[in-house]
């Protein structure tokens, strides 16, 4: 199976792998489940200062990312999917999104980044100072998509974190470490749900003991439980999850 591929483009290319490059996710790259290409984005600046930003129009405060440059660098991610696409058949391939990382974009959620991970891989912009001009988004048809209401200093963590949603789900990726299925937006079972308490020894810890069901060795009681609290949980901290949840059955 081919490799799960990400382009990043950033100014800041040294933040990758970063901490992508330890762990589950770092030894899944070593090993080609995934691959990472980074791309510098002042490598596609028009002048000897490397310059990718310029002041608004219409005045205000800060610097915006130029059209020109930004699609230079896109043109030159289109180009290595071009390259890497060519062992594969072309029709067959889902084409993979160009995202730009940005607080205005489509909330990533678990659905998204299930699709993301069926797909064959995806093209990163990493924004930098206000943002990225206008034009350039429309014109390349990109994707914008934001990992939480707050504004970050850039979309290299947002990029990373992304991947590392993705990067779980390959196959190959978790082995018998932890099941997908089971936790917290997972699949069956639980699906909606947040996740129930976890525990492990000690069974008596500075006076606490484990729900005792949990040492039952009862299976169907402990999914029961498990069930019960993954609800109580969902209902309480995020009636939002609970009534989707809830229509989703009624
Ligand atoms: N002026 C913008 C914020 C720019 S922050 C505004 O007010 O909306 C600089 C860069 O950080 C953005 O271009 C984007 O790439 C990234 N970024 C900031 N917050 C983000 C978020 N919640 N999700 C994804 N990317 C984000």
Known sequence: MAAWRSVVLTIFPEMFPGPLGQSLAGKALEGGIWSLDVLDIRDFARDKHRSVDDAPFGGGAGMVMRPDVVDTALAAAAQKWAQEDSSDDQATVKKAPVIYLSPRGRLLTQDLVRDLAAGPGVTLLCGRYEGVDERVLEARDVLEVSVGDYILSGGEPAALVLMDAVVRLLPGVMGNVTSPDEESFGEQGFEGLLEYPL???????????????????HHEKVRRWRQAQAEEITRTRRPDLWARYTKGRG
């Open 199 to 217: 525990y492990t020894r000690p069974a008596e810890w500075q006076g606490r003991t484990v729900p005792e069901v949990l040492t039952s060795g």
